[in-house]
């Protein structure tokens, strides 16, 4: 089976999975702000996340939602304490979910290279699910869904954003480029705005990109900017923009736009130095072997901003 075909397949049996699940949402009820555990049936399993609901939520205004996805071995906790998001999403009056996998990892549609594509683990149908979940019981807007996500968790954006741009109005990768068995099947049937966030010394995901010795195929930054380029429309050669060295800390940022683009729109920042990190992070969070954490550029507040942007028409 083709690459193209296995992801067709998986998200067809994704609707077929959601449309067999009986059992309806539970977990603790919405009624205010705080934090909530939500447990949803999607793709024959019970899976949870935990949701953090903004100070100023009002069942009366829907509310933007951001979907963070953590990387291979995390979880929710270690997803909310590295990228520090509820505090952007109280600022914003946002919604912001954490999913969790069960396998440690996430089904990216790549020809068995996870735990999670090995053991069938249906992550697109819990992405929907998840999302239906709290349009229903939080007051989430359907047309402002956001994903995005760390190092693996980040090529699960990219995988969101190729099976679901009917629920997925932008997205935003730090640490992760596109998979080359991904982009040979990834035809989204809308544009979908995308940023990408990555350093050129990242040890884990190589900036330039690569092939691992299972034939699993890493693209490059601009290599993955490209292929979604195409994907939204940009017409002409990407603008570089320097931009100003404030934080003495090794790293130096540039921003790469694409212009043309209708209406998709594709935003990359280059942290040049930079690790496997989340930039504008706590170092400390991070291991000395990840390489450095950039804090040229804050990756919650370009990500919020380009989110803020978009919306499914």
Known sequence: MTHRLALAALVAISLLSACGDSTGPSGEPI???????????????????????????????????VV???GAGGDPAGMRRVTAFDATADARGW??????????????????????????VDDTAFVRVLIDD???NAGADPARVYATGLSQGGQMAHTAACALPGRVAAFASVAATLLGQLSEACAPARAVPAMLIHGTADPAFPWLGGVTEEGLVYLGLEVSADFWAAR????????????????DDGTQARRLDYPGCAP?????????????TWPGADPALFGPDLGPVSREIDANTVMADFFARHAIP
Request: negative net charge.
């Open 232 to 247: 939204n429309g940009c017409d002409g050669a990407p603008v570089l923009t320097p931009l100003p060295d404030t934080a």
């Open 31 to 65: 009624t205010g702000p705080g934090d909530y555990t939500r447990t949803v049936r999607a793709g024959g399993r019970t899976r949870s996340y935990v949701v953090h609901v903004t100070p100023g939520w009002s069942t009366t205004r829907a509310a933007p939602l």
């Open 264 to 276: 998709g729109e594709v935003v990359v920042y280059t942290l040049v130095g930079g690790g496997h």
């Open 134 to 136: 709290l349009v229903a």
């Open 68 to 70: 963070l996805f953590h």
């Open 95 to 120: 919604l912001a979910a954490y999913p969790e996998a069960p396998t440690k990892d996430w089904n990216l549609g790549c020809g068995h290279c996870t735990a999670a594509e090995k053991a069938e």
